[in-house]
């Protein structure tokens, strides 16, 4: 078993390892029933709620996904091995993961994350609250359209209170991004862009991604705000979403109001703020924990778990199964890339895609 060595967390303190702005290469959806397409279809368009909604209005309807079955990385590998048949070029990167040769496929241990879920249902809701799941997922009913505002009636925008909320359909997005010396392929859910994606796939598209909180009143919630905006950097900033836009909910879910959060400037905010968390510390512990692990998982083939103990100042490695890829990569995916040869790793001689 390897060990990678947490502490003191200030060894990671100073400026940050360099980072390569991540880059859309690839996209795919799923439909209002959860079904895989290879394109856009469910990429949605902000336009701002109405202050005053209700965020718990319609939880009996909900169409909740069904999210205890286990996907594993299917649906990204399928789209890296259409864009690689579309291209003629292998992906190259060092680690592929979700929000080959010499490359690291991670996802997340399934089992744990729904012990984790269950833990947060059970415990003790505050009397007359709605579910924060419910009120997020309503925040972005209230906040999305299907088509750009200009295509839309008026009646559509004015009735998105009464919209049935479904957390099925998704816009998933690929980004080609980077740590210090390590090489990612990405893949992440974007909840919506706030104009449209420009044509030249070089151009930064304008992201939005949807947040919910509950008012600010004292210290103490600030306190704790300042702590989930780690949570909001982290996820946006991974996939080069630009823009976060938070909805402040009264404690039984009513909508106050709603505040516009540039990514880029989230950890200058928080070293004016109380200082819980370092932006440049987070990076650099992410690319060295990124650039050790390329150093211990340096065979193809087998299975590796990733562990970190509550409490304890070391991050775990060790391998579960000597050869083959388990449930992780896909028989389809395995046999595209077994086809591809030799000839095609250009993995170390090119950038990523």
Not at 145 to 158: G, H, K, N, T, V
Not at 173 to 179: A, E, L, N, R
Not at 206 to 234: C, G, P, Q, Y
């Amino acid at each position: 078993m390897a060990k990678f060595i947490i502490a003191p967390i200030e060894r990671f303190a100073g400026s940050s390892a360099s980072i390569r702005r991540p880059q859309e290469i690839a996209h795919f959806s799923y439909d209002d029933s959860h079904v895989y397409h290879p394109d856009d279809s469910s990429l949605r368009y902000y336009y701002p709620p109405r202050i005053g909604a209700d965020l718990s209005h319609g939880f009996s309807e909900f169409q909740k996904l069904d999210d205890t079955a286990d996907d594993h990385l299917d649906s990204l590998l399928k789209t890296i091995m259409l864009l690689e048949k579309e291209t003629g070029t292998r992906v190259a990167a060092d680690i592929i993961t979700w929000r080959g040769k010499d490359t690291i496929y991670i996802e997340e241990n399934h089992a744990f994350k729904l012990a984790r879920w269950q833990e947060q249902r059970d415990r003790p809701a505050r009397p007359g609250a709605p579910s924060q799941d419910i009120m997020s997922y309503k925040f972005e009913t209230l906040s999305l359209l299907p088509r750009p505002w200009a295509e839309m009636s008026r009646d559509f925008i004015e009735t998105r209170d009464v919209h049935v909320v479904n957390n099925h359909s998704q816009y998933c997005s690929v980004v080609k991004t980077g740590f210090g010396k390590t090489r990612m392929v990405l893949g992440g859910e974007i909840d919506a862009v706030w104009d449209t994606k420009p044509e030249n796939k070089d151009e930064p598209v304008n992201w939005v991604e949807l947040k919910t909180s509950e008012e600010i009143h004292n210290d103490r919630d600030r306190m704790r705000f300042e702590r989930k905006l780690l949570k909001f950097w982290a996820q946006s900033f991974l996939l080069g979403v630009p823009k976060i836009i938070v909805g402040f909910r009264s404690p039984r879910g009513v909508l106050q109001r709603i505040q516009e959060l540039e990514t880029k400037n989230i950890p200058a905010d928080v070293r004016k703020g109380r200082r819980t968390w370092d932006g440049n510390l987070c990076i650099n512990f992410a690319a060295s924990f990124l650039h050790w692990l390329r150093g211990i998982i340096v065979e193809e083939g087998g299975v590796w778990r990733i562990r970190k103990r509550e409490n304890e100042s070391t991050i775990d490695v060790f391998r579960l199964e000597e050869t083959g890829y388990g449930d992780v990569l896909s028989a389809d995916f395995v046999q595209w890339r077994q086809s591809l040869g030799s000839d095609h790793d250009h993995s170390h001689n090119e950038p990523p895609y």
